[in-house]
């Protein structure tokens, strides 16, 4: 029983093209996260939403934007994907705050050719 | 602002040997420390976690690190490594009433027979 989901795991696409990650957590957690982990492993924060309402975004271009429909559910859409999107894409999700441990999901290899 | 960093980009030891990961953090107020792993290919998994009390905090798998608020560090120990300890290792910092979590570079570990 996974607490945090995401889907897919692996996403190969061309340039220009839009996709969406979708992340779920059945943990009945309040804040829910995305962050980027590039090529040399850094991880970076994206976004971070707390009750469904965005708390954080961290100067990500316009082309990404989250969606967090209800609590459990936190998607992200890119627009017109660029070579540098490359990347692996983690949700995450908290108790309350980052006072408590994340949980992360599995990850999303996004690949732009 | 925050920061934390990770000195040592790779490490290796052989089975058996006692490791330790470094880590150091840029903070104001008492921060929240934790250390994650990350295996190849999975999302980050909790070791342990520092928010106050005991300055000596016991994890999973037989680890354990020490917040040193004069050194401003919370260095990740194992007495014993296991051939299934290789792994990417990272340290986060973050603060009650915030949604991020900052991490270090990370500290890839090889383990040898």
């Known amino acids: 029983d996974t607490a945090v989901s995401q889907t897919p795991k692996y996403l190969v696409t061309q340039m220009g093209n839009d996709k969406s990650i979708k992340c779920e957590q059945n943990l009945g957690h309040d804040t829910m996260y995305w962050y980027k982990q590039d090529s040399k492993k850094f991880l970076k924060i994206m976004f971070s939403y707390n009750n469904k309402e965005l708390i954080i975004n961290e100067t990500v271009p316009n082309r990404f934007s989250p969606k967090s429909p209800d609590k459990a559910h936190l998607n992200l859409h890119i627009n017109s994907l660029e070579l540098g999107d490359s990347a692996v894409y983690f949700c995450?999700?908290?108790?309350?705050?980052?006072?408590?441990?994340?949980?992360f999901g599995q990850g999303t290899r996004l690949t732009v050719v | 602002a925050q920061s934390v960093t990770q000195p040592d980009i790779h490490i290796t030891v052989s089975e058996g040997a006692s490791l330790e990961l470094r880590c150091n953090y840029s903070?104001?107020?008492?921060?929240?420390l934790f250390w994650y792993v990350q295996s190849p290919g999975q999302g980050l998994q909790l070791l342990l976690k520092?928010?106050?009390?005991?300055?000596l905090v016991q994890g999973i798998k037989g680890f354990e690190a020490e917040f040193k608020r004069s050194q401003s560090s919370f260095n990740l120990r194992k007495p014993s490594v296991h051939w299934s300890d290789a792994a990417e290792y990272f340290c986060a910092v973050a603060e009650t009433g915030t949604y991020k979590y900052i991490f270090g570079t990370g500290t890839r570990l090889k383990v040898l027979a």
């Open positions: 903070y104001g107020a008492t921060p929240y």
């Open positions: 520092y928010f106050s009390g005991d300055t």
């Open positions: 995450a999700s908290s108790l309350t705050d980052s006072k408590d441990e994340a949980f």
